[in-house]
């Protein structure tokens, strides 16, 4: 590949990981709205349910072969969306998305170690300290946004969980794509996600019974299921292919630094749903986190042209 088309690649990398965590951060809210009616474990099929019939309608629409490795199918879609999302949710229950986002934030810092770890991904002293500087905007956007504390222990638990899998999902997808070079993305990204629906259907008899579920299902309201379905279609659906083709390209110090989007777009767009209004300092802390994100795009491309 010319560097001129290597340049390229890398640029549409560095978008689409930008979008993947713009969508993940618009699911949150909706997350947030529909646990308070949901289940957790019902709440993991609806939303993990409604994306894989995204996906699904895709890929009937491509007439293509879905050609795939089931056992990365089944590490990938048990990490996220499987154990994570059914964490958030657990989260979520008594937690609320400020709440929720300050903790989860904790993935940038985990996702760091276990990049430096698993992949040996070298760390610079600018990549830390823009590591930093983004973890500290995104805790500043949350701290600021909250006025209750941070729930009670069990839902903090659960959201630092839920950022221990998701962390370890990005260390796996990346070392998926980097052994898999030539993987069909949308194939196995529908495969997690029938994978993740399994799990799901399998843990539901050990969390509740037939009866609950059948009540708390038909007397739920129009705005619970549109929530639950925004949450599958920006939280499943759109990020899982924008963040596994990204990955392809992007060091997984890189996707860290970009997962403090998730709390920025996350609590803004909770504003507009009435989830709370933004504060002066969760927008400086906004800022923080995009200085970093374009400090270390800034040394990807010094790494590039030193090649």
């Not at 993305?185 to 629906?197: E, K, N, P, S």
Request: contains cysteine; glycine residues 10%.
């Amino acid at each position: 590949m010319q560097y001129g088309d290597h340049m390229r690649t890398q640029q549409r990398a560095y978008v689409l990981l930008i979008l993947s965590m713009i969508s993940w951060g618009f699911s949150n809210p909706f997350s947030d709205i529909a646990m308070e009616h949901f289940l957790p474990t019902h709440m993991l099929l609806v939303e993990v349910g409604a994306g894989a019939l995204v996906l699904t309608a895709i890929a009937l629409l491509r007439r293509r072969p879905l050609k795939f490795s089931w056992k990365w199918a089944l590490i990938l879609g048990a990490l996220e969306p499987g154990l994570t999302y059914f964490f958030g949710n657990v989260g979520y229950a008594s937690g609320t998305v400020v709440t929720g986002l300050i903790i989860m934030s904790s993935e940038v810092l985990m996702l760091a170690l276990l990049g430096r770890l698993i992949l040996q991904e070298k760390i610079k002293r600018i990549e830390a300290a823009a590591i930093a500087l983004g973890f500290t905007g995104a805790v500043l956007v949350g701290w600021a946004a909250s006025q209750a504390g941070l729930g009670d222990i069990w839902s903090g638990l659960a959201f630092a969980m839920a950022a221990l899998c998701a962390a370890g999902y990005a260390i796996a997808v990346r070392f998926f794509t980097l052994k898999n070079p030539t993987t069909d993305i949308f194939a196995i990204t529908w495969g997690q996600t029938l994978v993740a629906v399994a799990l799901g259907c399998i843990a539901l008899p050990f969390t509740t019974n037939f009866a609950d579920t059948s009540a708390v299902l038909v007397a739920l309201p129009t705005e619970a299921w549109l929530a639950a379905i925004g949450a599958g279609v920006f939280g499943v659906a759109i990020p899982f292919l924008l963040f596994a083709e990204a990955a392809r390209h992007v060091p997984a110090r890189h996707a860290a630094i970009s997962l403090n989007i998730i709390p920025v777009v996350g609590i803004t767009f909770g504003a507009f749903l009435g989830r709370g209004l933004p504060t002066a300092l969760q927008y400086a802390g906004g800022v923080l986190v995009l200085i970093s994100l374009f400090a270390l795009t800034l040394v990807a491309d010094e790494e590039k042209i030193s090649h």
